[in-house]
């Protein structure tokens, strides 16, 4: 069964900094590449970066590029997201997400989805 | 940037009635269109993926057709646990955006 478990999220002042943390499981982690998404509370989707299966390339949307990189550790499953330079408008509920094709690079539409994790950037 | 407007924002229908929702990109976006249905406090489920597939495990009464810059989501016959938020997305390139999302609601 594919897991996805968030981590890491946590109430942090402006221009701080914060490390999310996406531990998968059942599935094969290298062949699958990786994305995070988020939602501000009561808003909708907002795609945030993606990685490829084996760490490169990544890909960032213009509002994070610059401050937050997206990695990955295949020996642990696990992929991350540093987040540096928090504004108030990265507050959010942030999941990573699987994508549905093997070995694509990545191909950038989701099958699984972690259940969250809340970021909260407020003095 | 690729803007994906979804209408109506809300659509208010009963159990049984077909419902259709519209995902128009400002660019084209050839076949690249995904859709997710999302209920309060769960993560996004995929239902559709380029344009027309449908996901794994996604009952026949969701369909979706399209291509280029106009995009539909069907629901054949509506079941109440299909009473939800209805997201489209795109991954024909960089920046992957969604649109802000259909709800449909009880009449």
């Known amino acids: 069964e594919v897991q996805l478990l968030d981590s890491g999220g946590d109430l942090v002042q402006p221009g701080g900094s914060l490390r999310l943390s996406c531990a998968a499981s059942g599935f094969t982690f290298s062949s699958y590449a990786m994305s995070w998404v988020r939602q501000a509370p009561g808003k909708g989707l907002e795609w945030v970066s993606s990685?490829?299966?084996?760490?490169?390339?990544?890909y960032y949307a213009d509002s994070v590029k610059g401050r937050f990189t997206i990695s990955r550790d295949n020996s642990k499953s696990t992929v991350y997201l540093q987040m540096n330079s928090l504004r108030a408008e990265d507050t959010a509920v942030y999941s990573c997400?699987?994508?549905?094709?093997?070995?694509?690079?990545?191909?950038?539409?989701?099958?699984?989805w972690g259940q969250g994790t809340l970021v909260t950037v407020s003095s | 940037e690729v803007v994906l407007t979804q209408s109506p924002a809300t659509l208010s229908l009963s159990p049984g009635e077909r419902a259709t929702l519209s995902c128009r990109a400002s660019q084209s976006v050839s076949s690249y269109l995904a859709w997710y249905q999302q209920k309060p406090g769960q993560a996004p489920r995929l239902l559709i993926y380029d344009a027309s597939n449908r996901a794994t495990g996604i009952p026949a009464r969701f369909s979706g057709t399209g291509s280029g810059t106009d995009f539909t989501l069907t629901i054949s016959s509506l079941e109440p646990e299909d009473f939800a938020v209805y997201f489209c997305?795109?991954?024909?390139?960089?920046?992957?955006?969604f649109g802000g999302g259909t709800k449909v609601e009880i009449k």
């Open positions: 990685i490829s299966g084996l760490g490169s390339p990544t």
């Open positions: 997305q795109h991954r024909s390139n960089w920046p992957l955006t």
């Open positions: 997400a699987k994508d549905i094709v093997e070995n694509s690079g990545s191909y950038g539409a989701w099958d699984y």
